[in-house]
């Protein structure tokens, strides 16, 4: 229904942020990756966002790439994940490292994450074990998945670049090289692609 809102960043916080977008403020959750890609209130700001609607509530979730997204959408696909428990997964591990986890069968490393115990751990494991074959290419939460990509694509994005283009720049160079583990040689590369 929805895809985007651009506009004005009003209010920033860990769990939530205000968007003015043509007068109208909403107010959308976010997960943490997100909100450590925000830029400070009363700049211009862009979440890709989907709307939950419950019996009580219509929610909006925004997220900083629409990889993001994809992730917490495709973790409601197991039985007992809601939308604060899939929040709470992609505020708290990248896309690669989750799959890396299910993969492996690793229960265990899940269990860290607040909101989920042995049974939900164990349920994301087998009903996704078989889901997330070799070639499942789903990127991860925040775009690339460690803090040094992740650092090296919020100061990109600082430098005036848009979310997508920084977070595909920077996949392409760490396609080229996965060993790259610099923020500042990230963004030095990632601006030859720009």
Known sequence: MYEHLRGTLVERGPAHAV???SG????VSIPLSTFEQLPPAGKPAQFFVTLVVREDSHRLYGFATRDER????RLQAVSGVGPAVALGIVSSMSWGAFRAAVLAGD??????????GKRLSERLVVELKDKLGAS???????GPADSAARDAQMALERLGFAPDASSAALSAVRADDPEAHDAG????RALKRL
Do not use: Q
């Not at 499942?136 to 925040?142: F, G, H, L, M, R």
């Not at 040689?185 to 030095?188: D, F, I, M, T």
């Open 19 to 21: 968007i003015d977008v």
């Open 185 to 188: 040689e990230l963004v030095r």
């Open 70 to 73: 994809t992730f917490f959408l």
């Open 136 to 142: 499942d290419d789903v990127p991860a939460a925040a």
């Open 107 to 116: 229960a265990a490393s899940l269990r860290r994450i607040r909101g989920i």
């Open 24 to 27: 109208v403020g909403y107010v």
